[in-house]
Structure formats: structure tokens, C-alpha cells
T-cell receptor, first 115, second 111 residues
Framework: EAGVTQFPSHSVIEKGQTVTLRCDPISGHDNLYWYRRVMGKEIKFLLHFVKESKQDESGMPNNRFLAERTGGTYSTLKVQPAELEDSGVYFC?????????????FGPGTRLTVT | LAKTTQPISMDSYEGQEVNITCSHN???????ITWYQQFPSQGPRFIIQGYKTKVTNEVASLFIPADRKSSTLSLPRVSLSDTAVYYCLVGQTDSWGKFQFGAGTQVVVTP
């Protein structure tokens, strides 16, 4: 069974540009989460999808970040315009159902560098 | 979400047992305790979860005292490949998995 995949693995962009990160969860997993770790900080929750609906987006830092999950399959996280403080590693995770939400399967992450 | 406190780092030799204790004094009745492992350049990986007493799987054991204000992850006979960061997470199973990661414990295993 394929795990959670993320694309790209690494992205380097200039301040002010736009970047879109993609996450493909494990097939059949309705729950999809985005987390990020900015330099020197801890992994922080960004938001949670249940199928195509946003269940909790309380961790989204500001309106420069837009997450979508059309069709309830893969998800994208767009940062527009990117700022220097957005640099870090963005993780996506998925879980099968609410009863097993504690067991999340994480992808390898996308390392975003904003220069 | 309950705040957790765990040691920043621990060193061990191959073949030894490693015990990582996590404090969570404000744990709520509905909270479960979950541990994740993270290798460099990878996402965190679920290890074990428990509510009280002892839970054991093929990877680790989790000991939770009656007051549940702390928990101990036990890694038996560690190998070099167990070198990783270990996170203790506390949350409700009905909170849809919104985890609050702390700094974790860096475990370094040497020959």
C-alpha cells in the first residue's frame, strides 16, 4: 500500500512568489491534515479536512495560505504571496476515520525555502 | 490540549532499554496519550497509544500510572536505527487528531 506522498520534496522561491504544495493521502483515508515546522520551531497543526470539507483550519497562519481538497482526494496548499517566515517543512498526514485519528500517517514533507 | 514536558535528549548504547518519561499534569479525562517517532528528513511515525496502565506492541511499551499525569515510553534493546526524535502527544480521540507537537526527545544510540 502506498503511503502519503508529497510534491515537491523541495521548493525554493523568492519572496512574493506563489507556491503550491500537493499531498496525496493514503487511498480511502477521509481525514487529511497539514502541519508545518518553521525554522527552529515545533511542528504546528495547520488544518484538517474530512473528505472535501475543512473540519478545522484554526492553525492557518493568515490569509496568504489557502488549502483545498476538491473531490476529497488529494489536497493542495497554496502560499501567495510567500514571505521569508514561511520557510520550513510542510507535512501532510492522513488517517482513516475519527476513531483512529490518533494514528496519522505522515508524508515525508515538502521543504520550502523562501529567499 | 494538554501541555507535555519530556527530556530534550537521551543517549544510549545498542542493546540497552531506553525509557522516556513524559509529564502531562493537565491531562483531561478524555485525553489519550500517543507517541510518535521521527527520523531525519521524514515525517513523524505513529508508535503507540494508550489511556491507562500498560500497552505493548511489537515496537514499544507504554506505561501509564493511575493518576495519568505522566507516561513512559519504553524501547527494549535499542539499535542504531532507533536514533530519532520521539514525541509525546496528548489529546482527545474525538478532537479529530489535532496534535500539538512539543520539542520531542532526541534519542541517540551508539555502538
Amino acid at each position: 500500500e502506498a503511503g502519503v506522498t508529497q510534491f515537491p520534496s523541495h521548493s525554493v522561491i523568492e519572496k512574493g512568489q506563489t507556491v503550491t504544495l500537493r499531498c496525496d493521502p493514503i487511498s480511502g483515508h477521509d481525514n487529511l491534515y497539514w502541519y508545518r515546522r518553521v525554522m527552529g520551531k515545533e511542528i504546528k497543526f495547520l488544518l484538517h479536512f474530512v473528505k472535501e470539507s475543512k473540519q478545522d483550519e484554526s492553525g492557518m497562519p493568515n490569509n496568504r495560505f489557502l488549502a483545498e481538497r476538491t473531490g476529497g482526494t488529494y489536497s493542495t496548499l497554496k502560499v501567495q504571496p510567500a514571505e521569508l517566515e514561511d520557510s520550513g517543512v510542510y507535512f501532510c498526514a492522513s488517517s482513516q476515520d475519527p476513531k483512529t485519528a490518533y494514528e496519522q500517517y505522515f508524508g515525508p514533507g515538502t521543504r520550502l525555502t523562501v529567499t | 490540549l494538554a501541555k507535555t514536558t519530556q527530556p530534550i535528549s537521551m543517549d544510549s548504547y545498542e542493546g540497552q532499554e531506553v525509557n522516556i518519561t513524559c509529564s502531562h499534569n493537565n491531562i483531561a479525562t478524555n485525553d489519550y496519550i500517543t507517541w510518535y517517532q521521527q527520523f531525519p528528513s521524514q515525517g513523524p511515525r505513529f508508535i503507540i497509544q494508550g489511556y491507562k496502565t500498560k500497552v505493548t506492541n511489537e515496537v514499544a511499551s507504554l506505561f501509564i500510572p493511575a493518576d495519568r499525569k505522566s507516561s513512559t515510553l519504553s524501547l527494549p534493546r535499542v539499535s542504531l536505527s532507533d536514533t530519532a526524535v520521539y514525541y509525546c502527544l496528548v489529546g482527545q480521540t474525538d478532537s479529530w487528531g489535532k496534535f500539538q507537537f512539543g520539542a520531542g526527545t532526541q534519542v541517540v544510540v551508539t555502538p
